[in-house]
């Protein structure tokens, strides 16, 4: 026992000093732990109408029956599409240049609540504003006095709904201004706009986001890394950079993108790292930590996802293909069909690997 003793001891102090060793080293560079992983799409879009540009998608709900949901999309040479949870087309709006669209729910409008999509239209330097028929799954445009913000080229949008139950267009641009607008009911009956702030970052800026239940708006300036503001009006022009340019984060940063959690705070920042073909995940809360990176790989007939723009997530049951909800992301070097399409992939996959 004594002489096992006699060469156990050198090992488990060589043992230790080798994890103390790990542990700094991570403590010194953190980015080298971040795990990379792959997930598969479950569904793609079919081509009807052939998608020039696609860009950003945006999930609408149906209030009734989730598996009648439908994913709404730019396409930033023409226009708008919709699909439905199998990536079949059921609506094209031929409307110009839409760069990026965002929805938000239960918007106060000629007596009843609506959902809200907005769009920035590169074409008319306008946002577009929309609901959706529940019963047809269709997009109406909505009665809108002209909303045109102040940049040189409207860019990147996203919306937010305050705590004080007000709702806001925030727009990017490729110099790097942003406006926060306020949309409300005007008179006669049409929806309207207010410029009520205006800041900025060094360069380009599409991709944004907006935390309605914590109160922030990230940016992701594309070729630096990713903003954290006030979402409030009042919030100041200030913003922190939670995230720089690394090596899992490569520019460009394009589409962002908020994963809910069951409760509140909970849940990641999510980012489209053009760069690298990948998708970063940062934690919601606190320093915003780089917590993993995953992939989508080509799966059957269905190719992966590179060089994505725009994302959007939803931690809804949308049926058995999406149990735990969806991610829609923008595929820029489609295989087959269109030069760009959507791919679909299933949350459930992407929660199993973190």
Known sequence: MKKIMKYLKPAIIIAILFLLAMILEKQQNPLSYVPVYSVNPVVETQPKTALEDGDDPCIWIHPTDREK???????????IAVYDLSGQEI??????????????????????????IAASNRTTSSIELFTVDSETR??????????????????????????????YAFVTSTTGRAEQWEIF????????????????????AEGCVADDELGFFYLAEEEKGIWKFNAEPDGGEIGV?????????????????????????????????????????????????????????????????????GIDICSKNLG????????????????????TNFKFVSVAEILANL
């Open 69 to 79: 949901s439908t994913i709404i999309c730019s396409d930033k040479d023409q226009g």
């Open 185 to 204: 009911e005007g008179q006669n009956g049409e929806a309207a706009g207010k410029l009520v702030r205006q800041f900025k970052v060094s360069s380009k």
């Open 320 to 339: 058995a293909s999406f149990p735990e909800g969806i991610f829609v992301v923008q595929d820029g070097l489609n295989r087959d069909g269109d030069e």
């Open 91 to 116: 609506q094209f709006l031929h409307l110009g240049q839409i760069n990026n669209i965002d929805i938000r729910r239960s918007f106060p409008f000629q007596n009843r609540r609506i959902d809200l």
């Open 241 to 309: 950079l939670i995230a720089h340019i690394n090596p899992h984060l490569l520019p460009d940063i394009e589409g962002l993108t908020i994963y809910y959690g069951q409760q509140p705070g909970i849940g990641y920042i999510i980012a489209s790292s053009q760069g690298s073909n990948r998708f970063t995940v940062l934690d919601r809360v606190n320093k915003h930590d780089l917590i993993a990176q995953f992939q989508i790989d080509d799966h059957g007939d269905i190719d992966g996802a590179e060089h994505t723009d």
């Open 138 to 167: 269709m997009l109406e445009k909505l009665p809108t006095a002209p909303i045109q913000p102040h940049l040189s080229e409207i860019y990147g949008l996203c919306l937010y709904k305050s705590h004080s139950q007000k709702y």
